[in-house]
């Protein structure tokens, strides 16, 4: 038996590509907006929250069964799941990775990354439905 087994529906994959891409849109418009933006750099930057991601949304379930069947189930998901992956990207980026926790990175990417998760699962689930 997987550990992953029952976690994970492959009917939400496109959810799980939409937050990523939301995740790492974010920090990579930060990046270009600070003129930060390089390989070595963004590796950095992205592997804290990525981390964060796997984790969050293994333990909360964003993509078990259900997931993907409704709006009303996926944003709250999604939701929970980034406020976890956030305070474990950002418990990594102080122990682990470089870049500090500037109280305004912090607030900026926990909103915006936020309402890019809810507002791309309530577009998918209006488009789709």
Known sequence: MS???GRVDSAALP??????LAILGVLTYGMIEHGTFAAGHAIEVYAPFVIGWGVAAVLIGAYSPGAAE????AIPLGLRTWILAALIGFGLRWA???GGLDPIFV????????VLIGGFRWLYFKLLG
């Open 3 to 5: 550990a992953l087994e």
């Open 15 to 20: 959810l799980a590509v939409g937050d990523l």
């Open 70 to 73: 409704s709006a009303k189930a």
């Open 96 to 98: 682990v990775f470089t």
């Open 107 to 114: 607030a900026i990417t926990l909103v915006l990354t936020g």
